[in-house]
C-alpha cells in the first residue's frame, strides 16, 4: 500500500510537473500570436501605406495631366479629312446632334462630318431661322408662314399658319410653340410633333401688351410670353408664364405667375432646360427656376447695354464693346446662381460669339476664331485664309470642324 501510495504520489508530482510544463508552453504560444498578430498589423500599415502613396501618386499625376490640359494653348491644328465645299456665302451653320445643318431660303441639309447627305428639304423662306432641342428642330420663315418640325431623320411635319410668324421655339419631343401677329392682334399656338393644335392664346394689341418674344420649356409643359407694356406713356416690360399641366389646370388660363418690370426692356427670354428659364433685359439678367410655378431666383447686374448674350443649359454669357481703337469686346461668363467664371478681351471683330457642345466658348469672325474654357484659358486662336463660316466640337480629345469658304475641314489642334 506504501508502495502504491508511494507511486501514486511519484505519478500525481510528474502529472503536475507536465501540466505545469503544458501551461508555461502556453504562455510561450500566447506571447508568439502577441508578436505575430503585431507583425500583422505593422504588415497591414506597411501596406496601407504603400497604397496610400500609389493612390497619391495616380491622382497628382491625373491633376498633373488635366491641369496641363487645362492650361494648354493651341495655335495651329492636322486636318484629319477635307470635304470640298462649294460657294456657301448664302448658307448658315448650325450644330444639330454631331452633324451639320446647312439651311439658306431654298432649303436644308443635313450631312455628317465627311460630307455625306443625311437629308435634305427644299423649301422658299425670305428669313429662315432655326431653333433645335436636343433631337429636335424647327425651321421656320419669319415673316413668313412656313414651319418645318424635323428630327435626325428628317421632315416630322410641315406646318403652315394663318398668320406671319414673329418666333418659334421648340421642345425636346417635338412640341412647338408659335408666336404669329394679325394687325394689331397676336396669338401664340402650341401644336404636337404631328401638326395638331394643342392650345391657342390670344393677346389684343389695343390692350398694349404686345408680345415680342416667347420661351417653351424642354417638357413642353410651361409657355412663358414675353411683352412690352406701353400703356402709362412709358416702357415696361410683363413676363407671363403659363403650365398646361395639372397645376395650371387649376388657374384662369393656365396662368401660373406674371412679373412686371417698370422702365426696362426685355428683348429675350428662353428655356435652357424645364424647369429653368433666363430674361434678358437692357438691365439685368434674370433667371427663373421652378417645375410648377417659376419664381426668379437670381439677378445679374449688367454694367451697360451688351453686344451679344449666349447661353446653354450650364452657362450664360455677355459681351461688351470696349469702345477702343482696336474694337475689342469684354466676355463675362456666368453660372445660374450668379457667380462670375471668367472674363476676357477679344480683339476679334467677331460675327458670333456662343458655346460648343463641349461648353467652350468660341469668337468666331470674318477670317479669325478664338476658343476659351470656362475658366478663362483662350484654348486656341487662329487667322484662315479664307471667310470662315462655323467652328464645331467634335467628339474626341481637341477634336473639331472648321467650316470656310471652300472647304469643311475636320481637324485635330496641336
Not at 181 to 207: H, M, P
Not at 227 to 243: E, H, P
Not at 350 to 378: L, M, Q, R, W
Request: hydrophobic share 35%; net charge neutral.
Amino acid at each position: 500500500m506504501n508502495g502504491i501510495l508511494t507511486s501514486n504520489k511519484y505519478f500525481g508530482s510528474r502529472q503536475k510537473d507536465k501540466i505545469m510544463a503544458r501551461k508555461s508552453d502556453f504562455k510561450t504560444v500566447e506571447t508568439d500570436l502577441d508578436e505575430l498578430e503585431e507583425k500583422i498589423r505593422k504588415h497591414r500599415r506597411k501596406i496601407a501605406k504603400r497604397i496610400i502613396i500609389v493612390v497619391a501618386a495616380v491622382v497628382a499625376l491625373f491633376l498633373i495631366v488635366w491641369l496641363w490640359m487645362a492650361l494648354r494653348t493651341y495655335k495651329s491644328f492636322d486636318v484629319k479629312n477635307s470635304v470640298e465645299q462649294k460657294d456657301k456665302s448664302a448658307v448658315s451653320f448650325v450644330d444639330f446632334c454631331g452633324a451639320v445643318v446647312e439651311y439658306s431660303n431654298d432649303g436644308v441639309l443635313y450631312t455628317d462630318s465627311d460630307g455625306n447627305r443625311i437629308w435634305n428639304q427644299a423649301f422658299e423662306m425670305s428669313s429662315p431661322q432655326v431653333v433645335t432641342c436636343e433631337s429636335f428642330m424647327t425651321i421656320y420663315d419669319r415673316g413668313g408662314t412656313d414651319l418645318y418640325i424635323m428630327d435626325k431623320k428628317g421632315v416630322k411635319k410641315e406646318i403652315g399658319t394663318s398668320w406671319p410668324i414673329i418666333k418659334a421655339c421648340i421642345a425636346s419631343q417635338g412640341t412647338v410653340a408659335v408666336l404669329v401677329s394679325e394687325n394689331e392682334n397676336y396669338y401664340v399656338k402650341l401644336y404636337d410633333v404631328n401638326g395638331k393644335e394643342l392650345a391657342s392664346g390670344e393677346f389684343f394689341g389695343e390692350q398694349k401688351n404686345i408680345p415680342v418674344d416667347i420661351a417653351l420649356s424642354y417638357d413642353a409643359k410651361k409657355l412663358a410670353v414675353d411683352m412690352i407694356d406701353v400703356s402709362g406713356g412709358k416702357t415696361d416690360s410683363v413676363i407671363s408664364f403659363y403650365n398646361f399641366g395639372s397645376v395650371g389646370q387649376n388657374e384662369i388660363d393656365n396662368n401660373v405667375g406674371t412679373y412686371k418690370y417698370e422702365n426696362q426692356l426685355i428683348p429675350e427670354i428662353a428655356y435652357v432646360s424645364d424647369s429653368r428659364m433666363i430674361a434678358v433685359s437692357d438691365q439685368n439678367i434674370m433667371v427663373f427656376d421652378g417645375s410648377q410655378k417659376p419664381k426668379l431666383k437670381q439677378t445679374i447686374k449688367l454694367e451697360k447695354l451688351i453686344d451679344s448674350v449666349f447661353y446653354n443649359n450650364k452657362y450664360i454669357g455677355v459681351a461688351y464693346s470696349n469702345n477702343d481703337k482696336n474694337c475689342t469686346s469684354h466676355i463675362k461668363l456666368y453660372d445660374f446662381n450668379g457667380k462670375m467664371l471668367m472674363e476676357n478681351d477679344t480683339a476679334i471683330a467677331y460675327n458670333s460669339i456662343e458655346f460648343d457642345s463641349n461648353n467652350e466658348v468660341c469668337v468666331t469672325g470674318d477670317t479669325a476664331c478664338e476658343i476659351y474654357t470656362i475658366h478663362g484659358v483662350k484654348k486656341f486662336y487662329h487667322t484662315f485664309d479664307n471667310k470662315l463660316y462655323k467652328v464645331m466640337y467634335k467628339s474626341g480629345m481637341n477634336n473639331y470642324i472648321f467650316i470656310y469658304d471652300g472647304a469643311m475641314d475636320e481637324v485635330r489642334l496641336k
